[in-house]
């Protein structure tokens, strides 16, 4: 125990250090950071370092260490120093008799609960599973943060692939509104017609500059996952996904369903908090058992009636044990009301249980609706893409012969456009499903 609190002290302080540069973010850069390559090991070992919440469940876990160091020190028995001083004055008409009476007396009592129903014993027991549960919630908070980082590494990815359509279509886009200009200057189409493949370029233009703002956003969504600075920059891997990692199999739902049953650590924390309310009834119920206390003591005293004070103090000198039995026998009910609200707390395990199971089956049932969804649109898309791309090409060299309009070419245009988007955006939900499933399924993520 005394090792793992070191750790999570260490912890704690290392996070403490980490935090320090984030009050000045807007004066300061993590020169480490820059330009250097973020895979996705990294952002989540990173945020796992920096994150407030992780840092706040340190700090949680170290007051429950504290709540455990409490709870066996109940065993301890109390040992208390008192003393009391009186005095009092008494008139008298007697000549020379003293008016005026002086006493104080002092003790060291000590007290020791020898049984009180397993009290101690419970509430110890209680205090070391919730201090199991807030290392539950630590691997919880790690679990989101994967999951959300996973999620903005791949926003970041399909950002990139984004911007590079984007510029390709520019590129043909301005090859086209080249074309048009030599065919307007030599009559062979309109100004109009020009005007139109003109304005299509401009609309090019702009979307490449709106990817690339979609690219610096999913950047920003990252590096506050990663609690970044305003002047940190960030630069991911560039990963390429074949088709078979989007096609890849997939284990069977009740497979996923099963295993993350067994991992989850809000599933695991539920079967603690049964444990907790077993205890609590078990507390309560100690309000039928008698106690029994050990008493002991010293004490002695001394008044100014009598001999000299050291006389006094030593003759008064005396020593003193007991031991007390108390039995309740009537509390007004409050022993059947602490039971019975005990036991209602309890039946609290069933109904979260049954909504964590329900949760995941949820979880699990959208991930394969999703990962289903969009395979079929990834296979669909392929035969979509090739004929759009085809259909474009032969548009471009029919209105290069002035056999269709601007309009045609424009269509073409941007069905081709819309296609290739479409298709990335598939590819990535089904990496993304197919990720997060593979996670329930053996609680690792990796990216090539």
Partial sequence: MKL?????????????WAYLPLHSVAQTTDTGAQGQIWTYERCVAHAVENSTEIRRNILATLQADESVGSAKDAWLPSVGFSTSHNFANYPSREEGAKNNLYNSSYGINAAWTVWEGNVRKHRLQSAKLLRQQQELTGEDLIKNLKLNILQAYLDILYAKEAVEIAQKTLEVSSSQTERARRLMESGRTSKVDFAQIESQNAQDIYNVEQSLANLSSARMNLKKLLMLGLNDSIETADITFPDTEVLTPLPSRQTVYDFAASWLPGFKSNELNKEIYANDIKIAKAGYMPSITLQGGVSTGYNNGGDGWGTQMRHGFNENVGVTLSVPIYDGNATNRAVAKAKLAALDYDITRDELYEDLSRTIENLYIE??????????????????????????????????????????HNNLLNARLEQLQNKY???????TINYYATTEVSLP
């Fill in 4 to 16: 793992k609190r070191h750790n999570l002290i260490m912890g704690l302080i290392a996070a403490g």
């Fill in 371 to 412: 990962a289903r969804n969009a395979r079929a649109k990834y296979n669909a898309g392929i035969t979509r893409l090739e004929a759009t791309e085809l259909t474009a090409t032969l548009v471009d060299r029919q209105f290069e012969l002035g056999l269709v309009n601007p309009l045609e070419l424009l269509t073409a």
């Fill in 429 to 435: 939900m089904a990496i993304l499903a197919n990720k």
